[in-house]
C-alpha cells in the first residue's frame, strides 16, 4: 500500500529515521593547510606513530628493537675500526711485524662484521617501510570504506584534494622517508653521548662545548631555511595530484575526448597543470637551495672544527711529553673521536631535509585523517556493513520507505529541490520518479540511500539494505575490476561460496534472461580473467544490461532504478522490467520516457522548485498485459 499524508506519530521512532539535518557542502573547521614545523605537525606525527607501534608486543616495535641492537653493535665495531689507524700508527712506529699481522687480521674481520651489521640495518629499515606502509595504508582504508566517506571526500568535501593521493603516494613516501632516518635516528642518542664522553676524556671540556654550541647554531639556521619548505611540498603534492588526476580522466574518458576530437584543448589543459607543478617544484628547489648551502656548510667547517679542537691541548703543550709515534696515535684517535661527535651532529641536521618531506607528508595524511573522522563522526548512523550479513531491520514487513515531510536542496544551492514530501514506499506498488532535468529526481535517491542529509524531516528505510531488501542501479552504470563472477555478484564478495555449479548455471541463465550472455565467450569464462577495462569494451547499453543480470541474481525485494535502461530499446525495456517483476521485486524507477508508465502504479512527479505531485496510475494489482514465456525461475 502506497500512501502519503501526515506519518509523523507511527514512524519517527524507528530505528533507522534520520533528518533534520542542514545539507551543505561541508566547508571545513581547519581555516587551511597549516603545513609547518609546529605543535600541529607533532600531534599529527604522534597519533600516526600510534597507528605504526600499535603495541609493545607489535611486529614494528620487534624490528624498532632488532634494528636498535643491530645498530649499536655496528656502533661498537665502527668505533673498533676507528682506532684501526691509531693503533697501526704505533706498531709501524715499533716496527713490530707480529703486531702488524695481528691487526690485518682484525682489521678484515671487523670490516666483515661492520658491513654484514650495515646490510642488516638496511634491510630491516626495507621490511619496516613494508611494515608501515601496510599498517598506514590499511588505517586509511579502513576508515575511507567506512559508511560512505569516500563518497563524502570525494563529491561533497572540497578541502582535501586528492585523496587517493594521500592514501596511495604520499602514504608510501611517509614510510620510506622514515624508513631512511630510523637507524640514524635511533642510534643518535647513543653515540652522542658516548662520542660526548671520548670527546672530553680527549680533549677537555673545550671540545664538547665547542661542538654543542655548534650544533645549536646549525639547528636554529635550519629550522630557519626548513618552515617554507614543508608549505611548498605539501603545495607541490597537491598539484602532482591534480596533474595525475588530469591523466587520468583522459585515460578514462579517451574515447569521448576522441569523439570531440578534444586532442588539442586536452594537450593545452595538461599541460597547464603541468606547468603550475613545474612552478611549484621550482620553488621548492629554490628554496631548497638555501637549505642545502646551509647543510653543506656545516658539514665542511665541522670537518675543520675538528682540527682545531685538536690543535688546543698540542698546542697548550698537554701532550709535550709524548714520543712522536705516541703523539701520532693520539691525534688519529682523537681526529676519530671528534670527527665522529660532529658526524653525529651533522646527520642530525642532514635529517633535516628528510625531516622537512617527512612534516609536508605528515600534514596531508593527518589533515585526511581527522577529516575522514570528522565525516565518521556525523555519519554515525550510517551502517552499509548490513548488507554482509543481511540483517533486516524492524519496520512494516511490506514497507521499503517511509517519508515524512521531507526537504532537501543540493549541497550548492540554497533552493529546496523538494519541499515536505510525505509518502510512504510499499511491497506490490511500483513508483515511477518523474520530472525535468534537474529537479531533483537522483537527489531523491542520494537522500533514501542516505549519502545526501536532508534538510528537514523524516525519511525512514525500513528494509534492509542489499538482496533480499533493498537495491539501487546508478545512472551512472558502475562496473567493477574483475571476473564476469564478480561482476554479476557486485556488491557481494562471495555470496555463495561453496555453491559452485549451481550459482555458475544461476549466473549464466540471467546473463543470458538480460541478453548479455556473449560476454561469456568474450571473457572466456565465468572465472577467467581480463586485463582490459570493463568501461572501454562495453557499449553503454551492455553496461545497463549487465547490471540487469546483476539485479537479477541478487534479487532484491525493491530495486530503485535510476534511468537503468536509458540506452536501451522500447522493447528490450518492457522485457527486463517485466522480468524484474516476475521475480518478485518492487520497482522504484526514474526516467523521462512515457513508456515507463505501463510498469508502474504510482507517478511522482517533481516538478521543481521544491514543489511535487503523486498520481495514480493504476489500482494495485492490475496487470499491465504482458505475460512473459516461463523462464523457470
Ligand atoms: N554533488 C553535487 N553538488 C552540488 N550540486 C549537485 C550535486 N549533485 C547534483 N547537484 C545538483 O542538484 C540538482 C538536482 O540534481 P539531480 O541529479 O537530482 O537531477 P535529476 O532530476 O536526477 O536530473 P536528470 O534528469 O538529468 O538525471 C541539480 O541542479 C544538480 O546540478
Known amino acids: 500500500m502506497l500512501s502519503f499524508g501526515h506519518w509523523r506519530h507511527s514512524f519517527i521512532t524507528r530505528p533507522l529515521i534520520w533528518g533534520t539535518f542542514t545539507l551543505k557542502k561541508i566547508h571545513v573547521a581547519y581555516p587551511g593547510p597549516e603545513t609547518s614545523l609546529d605543535w600541529r605537525f607533532v600531534q599529527r606525527f604522534l597519533s600516526i606513530q600510534k597507528v605504526l607501534f600499535p603495541s609493545w608486543t607489535s611486529q614494528s616495535v620487534l624490528m624498532f628493537g632488532t634494528l636498535l641492537v643491530l645498530t649499536l653493535t655496528e656502533q661498537l665495531i665502527i668505533y673498533q675500526v676507528g682506532i684501526l689507524p691509531s693503533q697501526f700508527y704505533m706498531v709501524l712506529a715499533d716496527k713490530d711485524y707480529a703486531a702488524f699481522r695481528n691487526l690485518i687480521t682484525l682489521a678484515i674481520l671487523l670490516i666483515l662484521l661492520n658491513s654484514t651489521l650495515k646490510s642488516l640495518d638496511q634491510y630491516i629499515c626495507s621490511q619496516m617501510y613494508v611494515g608501515w606502509r601496510q599498517s598506514l595504508t590499511e588505517n586509511l582504508h579502513a576508515d575511507y570504506f567506512r559508511g560512505r566517506v569516500y563518497y563524502t571526500l570525494n563529491v561533497l568535501r572540497e578541502d582535501i584534494d586528492n585523496p587517493d593521493q594521500r592514501i596511495s603516494q604520499d602514504t608510501e613516501r611517509l614510510c620510506k622517508q622514515m624508513s631512511n632516518m630510523a637507524s640514524r635516528i635511533i642510534v643518535s642518542p647513543f653515540t652522542l653521548a658516548y662520542y660526548t664522553y671520548q670527546c672530553y676524556h680527549s680533549t677537555g671540556w673545550m671540545g664538547p662545548v665547542s661542538i654543542f654550541g655548534y650544533f645549536v647554531v646549525g639547528t636554529i639556521s635550519n629550522k630557519m631555511l626548513m618552515g617554507p619548505i614543508v608549505h611548498t611540498l605539501f603545495q607541490q603534492e597537491k598539484l602532482e595530484g591534480d596533474f595525475r588526476f588530469k591523466h587520468m580522466q583522459i585515460r578514462v574518458n579517451a574515447e569521448s575526448a576522441a569523439f570531440y576530437r578534444a586532442g588539442k584543448v586536452e594537450h593545452m589543459r595538461t599541460d597547464r597543470r603541468l606547468q603550475s607543478l613545474l612552478q611549484t617544484q621550482k620553488r621548492l628547489m629554490n628554496k631548497e637551495l638555501w637549505l642545502y648551502i646551509g647543510v653543506n656548510t656545516f658539514d665542511y667547517l665541522g670537518g675543520f672544527l675538528s682540527y682545531i679542537i685538536i690543535a688546543i691541548p698540542i698546542f697548550t703543550g698537554i701532550y709535550d711529553d709524548l714520543s712522536p709515534g705516541e703523539l701520532s696515535a693520539l691525534i688519529s684517535r682523537n681526529a676519530f673521536v671528534c670527527i665522529y661527535l660532529i658526524n653525529g651532529f651533522s646527520q642530525l641536521i642532514d635529517l633535516s631535509t628528510t625531516l622537512s618531506d617527512v612534516a609536508g607528508y605528515t600534514h596531508r595524511i593527518g589533515e585526511l585523517r581527522e577529516a575522514m573522522a570528522d565525516i565518521l563522526r556525523r555519519q554515525c548512523d550510517y551502517d552499509p556493513g548490513r548488507i554482509a550479513d543481511f540483517n533486516i531491520h524492524a519496520g512494516p514487513a511490506d514497507t521499503a520507505f517511509v517519508l515524512d515531510r521531507l526537504s532537501f536542496r543540493s549541497p550548492d544551492s540554497d533552493e529546496l529541490l523538494v ?8 511491497q506490490g506498488r511500483h513508483l515511477l520518479v518523474v520530472g525535468n532535468t534537474g529537479t531533483g529526481k537522483t537527489s531523491l535517491l542520494r537522500v533514501l540511500n542516505r549519502l545526501w542529509e536532508a534538510d528537514s524531516g523524516f525519511v525512514q528505510m525500513t528494509t534492509c539494505f542489499g538482496p533480499r531488501g533493498i537495491l539501487f542501479l546508478p545512472q ?18 562471495d555470496i555463495y561460496p561453496a555453491s559452485g555449479s549451481v550459482d555458475d548455471e544461476r549466473i549464466i541463465q540471467f546473463l543470458e534472461l538480460a541478453g ?30 549487465l547490471c540487469f543480470a546483476r539485479l537479477f541474481y541478487l534479487q532484491p525485494k525493491y530495486a530503485v532504478l535510476d534511468e537503468a535502461t536509458s540506452a536501451l530499446t522500447e522493447e528490450a525495456e518492457g522485457q527486463l522490467y517485466r522480468l524484474c517483476k516476475q521475480l518478485g521485486m518492487t520497482l522504484i524507477s526514474l526516467g523521462h520516457r512515457s513508456s515507463l508508465e505501463k510498469y508502474h502504479d504510482v507517478s511522482l512527479r517533481l516538478c521543481g522548485g521544491g514543489r511535487w505531485e503523486l498520481t495514480t496510475l493504476k489500482e494495485n494489482g492490475a496487470d499491465d498485459g504482458h505475460v512473459i514465456e516461463d523462464t523457470g525461475l
Open 516 to 545: 548479455v550472455s556473449n560476454l561469456l565467450k568474450r571473457t572466456g569464462g565465468l572465472d577467467e580473467k581480463v586485463d582490459w577495462n570493463w568501461y572501454d569494451v562495453l557499449s553503454p547499453g551492455e553496461m545497463q544490461r
Open 419 to 426: 519541499e515536505e514530501l510525505s509518502l510512504k514506499i510499499s
Open 476 to 493: 551512472k552504470p558502475y562496473l567493477t575490476d574483475g571476473t564476469l563472477r564478480e561482476q554479476v555478484i557486485y556488491p557481494l564478495k
